[in-house]
């Protein structure tokens, strides 16, 4: 499975975990919300042009608004 997502700015705790909601879809187009607690980039990488990209966030859909979600493992 393939997913697509773009992250937001709604932070949501989840086992005293703090998490962005990130929001996409899959390949054959289902949406999904992930919740993301870490990204690692590889040290060797020139992180820059992610680091602007990732400070850039969307307002979170409302159902992500409405967290909890179902949360599937």
């Known amino acids: ?7 937001t700015s709604k932070i949501v705790y989840v086992n005293g975990i703090s998490s962005r909601i990130w929001e ?8 999904v919300r992930c919740l993301v607690a870490r990204i690692d980039v590889m040290e060797t ?12 966030v969307s307002a979170p859909s409302a159902i992500a ?9």
């Open 1 to 7: 499975m393939q997913i697509t997502i773009n992250n």
């Open 24 to 31: 996409g879809k899959t390949s054959s187009g289902i949406s």
């Open 45 to 56: 990488e020139d992180t820059s042009q992610f680091d602007r990209e990732l400070e850039e």
């Open 65 to 73: 608004e409405s967290y909890p979600l179902r949360v599937v493992l």
